[in-house]
């Protein structure tokens, strides 16, 4: 005990206390100091730890664009209001595709489909006549009605006993329907189908 005594000093004593204070001081700071102590806008990104904050403390509507995220509403330089499917100004959309308001003059099956074929080649992909489906979904709209003759549809079938085909045609808005042979002097009215583009 006495050559504890004798090395104990002044010194020895505040340097002790002083160590003591200082640890004890920090850990007292952090159970005591709460967020009414903090003043508002003075804590850094370096005061707070990592992944402490979530979404719902984050008010996302005032966080700015991500810089490499500049470009992240377009695609390949278009707007997302350029991307969406829209059809033709000369149809109207029915069962998932584009139906021309106005039918076509009568011909035969082969005729009508190579018709749709081409409109607007190369720019699009064409048209094609409507399914049965299509067209009894566009005779609901008051801009379409069924052409006098009634209208050819892309629905054919082969003839019994030959190697002619006979073609679906809607004759009434009420779906009733006919078979016509595939020829031009027996054709029918026709209007033609596309898928809608952006």
Avoid: W
């Amino acid at each position: 005990m006495k050559r504890v005594q004798a090395k104990l000093t002044y010194a020895n004593v505040v340097a002790t206390l002083a160590l003591f204070i200082a640890l004890g001081g920090s850990s007292y700071a952090a159970l005591t100091i709460t967020g009414r102590d903090v003043k508002n806008g003075s804590l850094t990104a370096r005061d707070i730890k990592r992944n402490t904050l979530g979404g719902g403390r984050i008010k996302e509507s005032k966080l700015g664009t991500v810089p490499r995220a500049r470009n992240s509403v377009r695609l390949g330089g278009l707007s997302a209001r350029r991307l969406l499917l829209k059809c033709p100004p000369d149809t109207l959309p029915a069962a998932d595709v584009c139906v021309e308001v106005t039918g076509r003059s009568a011909t035969g099956y082969g005729t009508a489909e190579g018709i749709c074929s081409d409109v607007n080649t190369p720019e699009t992909p064409g048209r094609r006549l409507p399914s049965y489906a299509e067209l009894r979904v566009a005779l609901n709209y008051e801009q379409i009605s069924l052409m006098p003759s009634g209208e050819l549809t892309n629905h054919i079938y082969p003839r019994a006993g030959t190697d002619q085909l006979d073609v679906l045609v809607v004759t009434s808005e009420t779906g009733r329907v006919a078979l016509t042979q595939n020829n031009d002097a027996t054709g029918r009215p026709f209007r033609c189908v596309t898928d809608p583009l952006n």
